[in-house]
């Protein structure tokens, strides 16, 4: 699944590891899910859309629309 969290980060001068204390998740949660390594579970995905007053589907695009 492809993303924008990365560049949604880097626009807000934030490293992964204060992303993942506002998500409270791993830093390396945040980096599997920048790489596409490993898609988020829906409740860390509403959380990152809420953080960045986006919708899912603006951050997130499975590939199918």
């Not at 998500?23 to 988020?40: F, I, Y």
């Amino acid at each position: 699944m492809n993303n924008r969290l990365k560049v949604l980060r880097a626009m807000n001068n934030w490293s992964q590891a204060e992303l993942a204390e506002r998500l409270d998740v791993s830093r390396q949660a945040v980096n599997a899910v920048e790489t596409g390594k490993h898609d988020p579970s829906l409740p860390l995905a509403f959380r990152i859309a809420r953080l960045f007053q986006l919708s899912i589907e603006e951050i997130f695009d499975d590939g199918n629309g």
